[in-house]
């Protein structure tokens, strides 16, 4: 599986950007994407994330009512809106997948992707 992550870029605070995903080559079984995120000095987190068998979504508390993860499935495509931007938003954005074989409890695990988009980088100044 190949991801193509696009859509980064410089706002200031309050702004909105919209992040896609591209995935190629991908299975036809089960699987989970997540949007993560990775800021100097920190470790990389979950923003938002969803199996595909299930109609849940997971956003971190941090971004719950700002941001929203949607997909179009003809394309392939995952986005994440990101409204109401904030400047600890700034960050590396990372897509990822993982191929779900076993039922999965929660989508939210960074360990638990197996494949990765290059990252695109969002900054958000104030």
């Known amino acids: 599986v190949q991801l193509q992550a696009s859509g980064g870029g410089s706002v200031q605070s309050g702004g909105s950007l919209r992040l896609s995903c591209v995935a190629s080559?991908?299975?036809?079984?089960?699987?989970?994407i997540g949007w993560f995120r990775q800021a100097p000095g920190k470790e990389r987190e979950v923003v938002s994330c969803?199996?595909?068998?299930?109609?849940?979504?997971y956003y971190a508390d941090s971004v719950k009512g700002r941001f929203t993860i949607s997909r179009d499935n003809a394309k392939d495509t995952v986005y994440l809106q990101m409204n109401s931007l904030r400047p600890e938003d700034t960050a590396i954005y990372y897509c990822a997948y993982a191929d779900i074989f076993m039922n999965w409890s929660s989508c939210y695990g960074v360990d638990d992707y197996d494949f990765w988009g290059q990252g695109t980088q969002v900054t958000v100044s104030s």
């Open positions: 969803f199996i595909s068998s299930d109609s849940r979504t």
């Open positions: 080559a991908r299975t036809l079984g089960d699987f989970a």
